[in-house]
């Protein structure tokens, strides 16, 4: 069947090549179709019950995107004319930002005072023309003083500040984000060229999404580019030859296309994720163009002709080349596991890039090598005495590589549980990022960027005047401001406290809760009054007034010690506040805390599942339960190795090394499988003994291994170059785990083999 395919596809090669090149056009125009959302909620799925849980907080208390304008001055602090003009005037300009719902800061900020048990509420400054010396002195007194505020509209200093957006943004996966961000920077730029004595940045939720997206696009534009360059210049240094270059990297952006192609037809929305596909499927797409191409100038070397040498390269080859590609795509595949939409789509797309791949390796390559009529290059003796002694020194040392790749796998693999599964969201973006900088910024001087918020519900109407609900609620408040790395709470307590003391002529020693439930309601429905429409209380207690929202701004840390205070929070809540119905923490950062956890389980799940579909594809395709089995043992050292490595070096596993295992099982199976297939071929038509089998193996294939491995971990390696964390760790990790595959193949395999098959299993 093979004989006849191949005979027809080296007759019939022009109408093949006319064929593809329709298909692969016709399939990229889907390219145009494509979408993307830079929206940060496509990272959960549905039914994650952390999102359900920050919904429900939305539906009551608003939405939490926002956008955050950070304001610091350059000399001394905020409280001048000219500092405070520009705080308000970005501050009323802001209300006109698409999607704005609600604007914060210390010139809007709803100051109160009584007269004669009359309460009154009114902006600290609403019109800059106000600002007098004495007005200007007086707004400092005011705002340094005043809990609310410091440490989280304002810092300690005076020195910055910050006012912020918050959005109500269509439900839909649209570009409304892109939108307010756009008109946010053109607003910051106006706002800098007015007001050169302040400096301002911009951040916020919103801000971050939009940014991600910016940085994978980045990546696109730069990295592929600089992958194309290495894969041109490797493939050209090691293949020596033009042609057989430039056909791999026709067949890896035919690839490449064809993928994105087909999801622009499908009206796939994609996210910044996806980014990776280019990269990831180019790199993947040089393995089975290159061992065909080896294999074909081999065979001319040897002295064959150009049509039988193609006959030849794909007669050994077809099997192993189908072989790594059905188990590249289960490995990929097992990304379905994963708690988070866009790494499921990032499994599927590869996938897709790898069947491409298969397809056109399978019907291109092999006529454009008809149609090109691609002759011999200049023999490489180099290589192949190279290749030879590594097998004379395999084979001479196997019983002391054996004992050393087995200790070395230990050792490293003892290193595992090094790793913490922990996200740093606020890394994610380095210093070349403005929204890094202000991540730092703000942290720094001003406040948490970190947040937790809670429901705090007493099941009653007006509940939240009772007493002992805002004593509880106190108390809580309390507990939070004593915990580590803790840099702002607010709670409808700190407005009862202040109403309380304005109803009491100012007198600090009244800055506490109301003595009675009436007097609590009588306080808060005067301020409500007062307060004008869109800066209503409606943020922070519900409807019927029977709950209210609790937050808490943490310093920069990492995901599991945000989870570990909400825990302990949870707890405190369980032992001191019965009476309260409570909702478990909420936010953005819960979410990507929990996501990290249940995704490890969750890969964890699918890849044993592949490892025992690659299992029973091994077993059929190498035509042995027992080698089947042992192939696991170089297939599952890599990634040992290179987790324990990542354990000792770095110590943190994050949502984008955590599917690397994934990602790289499916490719390090590739160099067993070819590297199995020639042993299992010298054994098995030629009749070769097993040190014979080993070095017919190296020979025939260690070139070809080399080359795709030296491709592959460049290729991954270039990905480092990233300004983006998850792109760069998931690089390196990738080419780590890669590197160690070419190792385990050559140095631990070969002597595996000369000990457990000594009996001839392999015939």
């Known amino acids: 069947m093979l004989q006849s395919y191949t005979d027809w596809l080296l007759k019939r090669y022009k109408i093949i090549l006319i064929v593809v090149v329709v298909c692969v056009v016709a399939l990229a125009s889907g390219i145009q179709r494509l979408s993307f959302t830079s929206d940060f909620r496509i990272y959960f799925s549905e039914d994650n019950p952390q999102l359900a849980a920050l919904e429900k907080m939305e539906d009551t208390y608003g939405k939490q995107d926002t956008v955050y304008f950070f304001i610091s001055a350059k000399q ?11 705080i308000h005037d970005l501050t009323e300009a802001a209300w006109y930002l698409p999607y704005a719902d609600r604007v914060n800061s210390i010139t809007n900020f709803q100051y109160t005072e009584a007269k004669d048990d009359l309460l009154t509420t009114g902006y600290i400054l609403r019109d800059k023309a106000e600002l007098t010396n004495d007005k200007v002195a007086w707004i400092k007194r005011t705002v340094l003083v005043e809990p609310t505020l410091v440490n989280y509209v304002i810092s300690e200093d005076g020195s910055a500040t910050g006012v912020v957006a918050r959005l109500r943004l269509p439900d839909d996966k649209s570009k409304a984000p892109d939108k307010t961000v756009a008109a946010a920077r053109k607003l910051m730029a106006d706002m800098r060229a007015a007001y050169p004595k302040v400096t301002i940045t911009l951040g916020g939720s919103a801000t971050a999404g939009v940014v991600l997206g910016e940085a994978v696009g980045q990546d696109m534009e730069h990295l592929v580019g600089l992958s194309y360059g290495i894969l041109i210049v490797g493939l050209l240094l090691l293949l020596r030859s033009f042609v057989g270059m430039l056909v791999t990297v026709l067949l890896a952006t035919f690839s490449i296309a064809a993928t994105m192609g087909t999801y622009g037809w499908f009206g796939v ?173 703000i942290d720094k001087r001003l406040t948490g960027v970190h947040s937790i918020r809670y429901l705090l519900d007493t099941g009653e109407d007006n509940g939240i005047h009772d007493p002992k609900y805002l004593q509880t609620v106190e108390a809580f408040a309390h507990w939070y401001r004593q915990q580590p790395g803790v840099a702002f709470v607010d709670s409808i307590v700190d407005v009862q406290k202040r109403l309380n003391k304005n109803m009491h002529g100012g007198d600090p020693a009244w800055y506490k809760l109301p003595d009675s439930r009436e007097l609590a309601a009588q306080y808060f429905l005067l301020y409500e009054i007062g307060l004008p429409r869109e800066l209503s209380m409606d943020d922070m207690v519900n409807f019927n007034r029977s709950g209210s929202l609790f937050r808490v701004l943490i310093h920069k840390t990492h995901s599991e010690a945000i989870l570990d205070l909400d825990n302990r929070a949870r707890q405190w809540l369980q032992h001191n506040a019965a009476h309260i119905q409570f909702s478990e923490g909420t936010g953005i950062d819960i979410i990507f805390g929990y996501i990290n956890h249940r995704n490890i389980h969750q890969l964890l799940k699918g890849t044993l599942l592949a490892l025992v579909l690659i299992s029973f594809v091994l077993i059929f395709a190498l035509r042995s339960v027992r080698l089947g089995l042992i192939s696991l043992v170089p297939n599952l050292i890599p990634a040992a190795l290179a987790y324990g490595t990542w354990g000792l070096f770095v110590g943190r596993i994050d949502l984008s090394a955590s599917i690397v295992i994934c990602m790289s099982l499916g490719i390090v199976v590739d160099d067993t499988v070819h590297f199995l297939s020639k042993y299992l071929r010298a054994r098995r038509e030629q009749q070769l003994n ?69 009996r001839g299993y392999a015939k």
Not at 76 to 86: A, I, K, P, T, V
Not at 269 to 280: C, H, Y
Request: hydrophobic share 50%; with cysteine.
């Open 76 to 86: 001394g602090d905020l409280f001048s004319r000219e500092h405070l003009s520009l």
């Open 690 to 758: 097993i040190e014979e089998g080993i070095r017919y193996a190296f020979h025939t294939v260690g070139v070809a291994l080399t080359i795709t491995t030296v491709v592959l971990v460049a290729g991954f390696l270039v990905l480092v170059a990233s300004h983006f964390s998850p792109t760069w760790t998931s690089g390196l990790l990738l080419a780590i785990t890669l590197s160690y595959a070419l190792l385990a193949d050559f140095f631990f395999l070969p002597p595996l083999l000369m000990i457990l098959d000594r």
């Open 269 to 441: 929305t994609l996210t910044p994720v996806a980014g990776w596909v280019p990269s990831v499927v180019m790199t993947m797409a040089v393995a089975d163009s290159v061992h065909i191409l080896i294999s074909y100038y081999h065979n001319l070397d040897r002295g064959m002709e150009r049509r039988e040498a193609i006959r030849e390269a794909m007669r050994i080859n077809i099997n192993p080349v189908f072989v790594t590609s059905l188990t590249t795509i289960i490995g990929v595949l097992c990304l379905n596991f994963s708690d988070s939409p866009p790494y499921r789509d990032l499994g599927n797309m590869v996938a897709l890039g790898v069947f491409y791949a298969w397809l056109l390796s399978m019907t291109m390559l092999p006529a454009i090598l008809v149609w090109l009529k691609i002759g011999k290059r200049r023999p490489s003796d180099f290589k192949l005495r190279l290749i030879d002694n590594v097998a004379s020194f395999v084979i001479k040392r196997r019983r002391i590589l054996l004992v050393v790749m087995g200790l070395w796998s230990v050792i490293a693999a003892s290193f595992i549980p090094r790793n913490q599964l922990t996200e740093r969201w606020h890394e994610y973006f380095d210093e070349t990022f403005e929204q890094r900088n202000t991540i730092e910024q």
